[in-house]
């Protein structure tokens, strides 16, 4: 079967007892460093899945604009409130790069209902391996599916949370339907077969401010041809982009909003 690009949302739908339903995008901040391994792949296979909008991976199948409706895209929220994903992690990373790895996983139970947990036989699981680059699928695909975290340049605490957020449904922050009110994107500054990672979307942003702050936020340059900014913020054109450290404010309010059973617990 042909593999076939992927430009569209992966639509959540909430679980009944939540008020948001989800249709919401969002990917690749990492710093430059992290862009190299993502443009390098962007629109090719890497061994295996289709690599679209930086740093999403596509299965085989999809066809052109087909929106995920499934409610399998969304991981199921337990009878505790609490959301299981479980995990598995290659032996490829030196003992530095799990805890890593690990302290980015954890990272989520802090702030959400997100339980990122070691796989025990569940039939839907991340796969956490060294692959060529920085690349997660878009929700939840069913059975074993692969994050990939090359190393070394993708073992970083801001590029696990990305890549997880990924998996959780996720998409990239500049791609959001009101982005042209915050950030004016210079396609002609952008390498011509990347300039559909600056597509806009038709995005339910889950009551939430657009954020320049997003761990899921490109950088200026991010996929630049001519080292100038393929996007600046407006109307403050100082105002850092794509420098996030860690999920922002407005990350993890979205991430409860859309999986989490009370948004006051966190």
Not at 116 to 131: A, M, N
Request: net charge positive; with cysteine.
């Amino acid at each position: 079967v042909s593999a076939h690009l992927f430009f569209q949302a992966c639509t959540l739908m909430a679980n009944s007892s939540s008020s948001y339903s989800f249709n919401y995008i969002i990917s690749v901040n990492r710093l430059n460093d992290f862009v190299h391994y993502t443009v390098y792949h962007t629109g090719q296979r890497v061994d295996g899945p289709l690599i679209t909008f930086g740093d999403i991976a596509v299965s085989t199948g999809f066809k052109n604009a087909d929106p995920c409706t499934a409610r399998e895209c969304k991981w199921e929220r337990s009878t505790d409130g609490l959301v299981y994903v479980p995990y598995v992690i290659s032996n490829q990373y030196s003992p530095d790069e799990l805890k890593v790895i690990e302290r980015g996983l954890r990272s989520f139970a802090d702030v959400s209902c997100i339980r990122f947990v070691p796989h025990e036989g569940q039939r839907h699981f991340l796969y956490i391996k060294s692959h060529s680059g920085c690349y997660s699928y878009l929700g939840r695909q069913g059975g074993g599916q692969v994050v990939s975290l090359e190393r070394p340049g993708c073992v970083y605490h801001h590029t696990v949370q990305h890549e997880l957020l990924h998996a959780l449904g996720f998409h990239h922050e500049q791609n959001r339907s009101d982005r042209d009110k915050h950030i004016k994107i210079f396609f002609e500054n952008i390498k011509p077969a990347q300039r559909h990672n600056f597509m806009r979307r038709e995005t339910n942003n889950l009551a939430t401010p657009y954020d320049y702050k997003s761990v899921m936020h490109y950088s200026r340059k991010a996929f630049s041809r001519n080292k100038e900014p393929t996007m600046i913020p407006i109307p403050d054109g100082n105002v850092v982009i794509g420098e996030a450290r860690s999920m922002s404010r407005n990350d993890i309010l979205r991430i409860n909003r859309l999986y989490c059973r009370s948004l006051n617990l966190y």
